[in-house]
């Protein structure tokens, strides 16, 4: 159960978009659509953003969207906004009947 | 609003145990999948357990397996996680979490568990 691979740290100034990785393998993100993604604001509880790769839960701004190619899945933000600097984290389900997490990744609104 | 309130964390020595707990507010929460999901301090998230809708069906992380036990009581609508032998890489803040398909969502606000001596 290796965690799934994400960059640190992206920033982008408001109005910009910004694209967050998240690299698997065979055995998590490349064999299921079930990556998710979570946005935690410090001090918050994690908050869905993105379900099965590119699904929006009611409530989620649109400038939210997800996609999947391969083993590795993107997160794209635009339009950025001050309010959506938090850390990012994906998931996925595995071939172990588990689920794994990105380390997180940072986002910084400049 | 859905509201999940996890109860139960604490400072705990090293090879003792704990029993958490999560009560759920909604009326579905007999027809839903459950899960535990922590975090270390300043780190990243990890999956911990997940149990069916009867709790005939329960799942672990390799790192608990053997000394985690995750269960549920439908009629008082909570979740609960027993630990035991607990180390200090069991240090972390712990979210009782809705599975929403195969995905986490919503979650609670998280209960801290604390192995130190």
């Known amino acids: 159960q290796s965690a799934l691979t994400q960059p640190a740290s992206v920033s982008g100034s408001p109005g910009q978009s910004i694209t967050i990785s998240c690299t698997g393998t065979?055995?998590?993100?490349?064999?299921?659509?079930?990556v998710s993604w979570y946005q935690q604001l410090p001090g918050k509880a994690p908050k869905l953003v993105i379900s099965?790769?590119?699904s929006r839960p009611s409530g989620v701004s649109n400038r939210f969207s997800g996609s999947k190619s391969g083993n590795t899945a993107s997160l794209t933000i635009s339009g950025l906004q001050a309010e959506d600097e938090a850390d990012y984290y994906c998931?996925?389900?595995?071939?172990?009947?588990?689920?794994?997490f990105g380390g997180g990744t940072k986002l910084t609104v400049l | 609003e859905v509201q999940l309130v996890e109860s139960g964390g604490g400072l705990v020595q090293p090879g003792g145990s704990l029993r958490l707990s999560c009560a759920d507010s909604?009326?579905?929460?007999?027809?839903?999948?459950m899960h535990w999901v922590r975090q270390l301090p300043g780190k990243g998230l990890a999956w911990v357990s997940c149990?069916?809708?009867?709790?005939?069906?329960?799942r672990y992380a390799d790192s608990v397996k053997g000394r985690f036990t995750i269960s549920r009581d439908n009629a008082k609508n909570t979740l609960y996680l027993q630990m035991n032998s607990l180390g200090a890489e069991d240090t972390a803040v712990y979210f009782c979490?809705?599975?929403?398909?195969?995905?986490?969502?919503?979650w609670g606000q998280g209960t801290l568990v604390t192995v130190s001596s």
């Open positions: 979490v809705r599975a929403s398909s195969m995905a986490f969502d919503p």
């Open positions: 909604g009326f579905i929460f007999s027809s839903l999948w």
């Open positions: 149990i069916n809708i009867d709790g005939s069906v329960t």
């Open positions: 065979s055995s998590d993100v490349g064999v299921y659509n079930y």
């Open positions: 099965d790769v590119s």
């Open positions: 998931s996925s389900y595995t071939i172990s009947t588990a689920w794994v």
